[in-house]
């Protein structure tokens, strides 16, 4: 399962959330505002695998709407890959499938 996860300061335009979620390889969808800051928001967008995201992103209209809107999402915002979900309160692990690649931080002594 991939796990779009992204914090935006303001409400999501009129049509964007129901078109993403309306994608068929969008799984499940959900826009919350914070209870402690009513100027935050947060969106979660669940898919299948990485192929089922990047379906969901594809369509022309979803281009041209949905993200130019996650793009204007907070830093740290991003997609992740679930290694364990709880189902019918019972953790389920998940395999990564997604490789990482090389370290970007530099080697130091000890490490």
Do not use: K
């Not at 019918?88 to 692990?93: K, N, S, T």
């Amino acid at each position: 399962m991939f796990v779009l996860v992204a914090r935006f300061d303001q409400p999501a335009p009129a049509g964007v959330l129901e078109l993403f979620a309306a994608q068929p390889s969008c799984d499940r969808l959900v826009f919350a505002r914070s209870t402690d800051e009513i100027d935050h928001y947060v969106l979660v967008a669940e898919f299948a695998d990485a192929p089922s995201y990047r379906r969901a992103l594809s369509p022309f209209d979803v281009r041209t709407t949905v993200i130019p809107w996650l793009s204007t999402a907070a830093p740290g915002s991003g997609v992740n890959e679930a290694l364990a979900v709880s189902r019918q309160h019972r953790i389920v692990e998940h395999e990564p499938t997604v490789t990482p690649g090389p370290d970007p931080r530099p080697l130091t002594p000890g490490r």
